[in-house]
Each structure stands twice: as C-alpha cells, then as structure tokens.
C-alpha cells in the first residue's frame, strides 16, 4: 500500500503562487495515476487535476493550475498559478490503479493523504 504525505499549503494573496507537494512511501510508486482534490469549508470535494501518461485538470483550474510527477522522486506536485482566493481549501492527492476513477472524483479511491491548507487572501 502507498502512504501519501502532502505539503507546502500555507497562506498567499490573491494573484500569486504556490506549489503544492504530494511524496509516496510504501508500495512502488509508478503504477499508480494521481491526482489533486481540494474541499473547501462547507463544499462537496472538487477534482483539480491528475496526471498518469497525460494529464487533466478541471475546468475551474485549467490554464493556471500544473500537476506533475517526478517518479524517481515519488512525488507529485501541483503549481498554482494566478490564485484566486476561491481556490481557498484544503487540498488533498489520492492515488489509484484506475485512471477513470481518479478523473472521476470517486471517495473510494485506493490511497488518500491527510490534506494541506492553501488559504488565498483577496
């Protein structure tokens, strides 16, 4: 089993960047397709991104957000870009043997970490 440890969330004004990293322990790393979630206070949990062979991003990230992978690593990372303060939320990575669930948001997705925080002030 993976074990998923994310980081760097923390406190940005609005317009400017963070970039969030997700770092795998556990079983080998390069199976599975990962992905970024986040939920914000009072909000159903929302897919931003994930990445496999290819990548894909939800609408409301698209052209600002980047999800990458570094398997020698075993970290994915998510730049955000041009952050707005609706981006404010507590992100979570998951991972998953199954490309089609990950893109689809499923809750029972094999592996999850325990979130960070991005707080985006206006």
């Known amino acids: 089993q993976v074990q998923l440890v994310e980081s760097g969330g923390g406190v940005v004004q609005a317009g400017g960047s963070l970039r969030l990293s997700c770092a795998a322990s556990g079983r080998t790393f390069i199976p599975y397709n990962m992905g970024w979630f986040r939920q914000a206070p009072g909000k159903e949990r929302e897919f931003v991104a994930a990445?496999?062979?290819?990548?894909y991003y939800g609408d409301s990230v698209k052209g600002r957000f980047t999800i990458s992978r570094d398997n020698a690593k075993n970290t994915v990372y998510l730049q955000m870009n041009s952050l707005k303060p609706e981006d404010t939320a507590v992100y979570y990575c998951a991972a998953d043997p199954i490309w089609n669930k990950v893109v689809a948001g499923y809750r029972n997705l094999e592996v999850w970490g325990q979130g960070t925080l991005v707080t985006v002030s206006s």
């Open positions: 990445i496999s062979y290819t990548t």
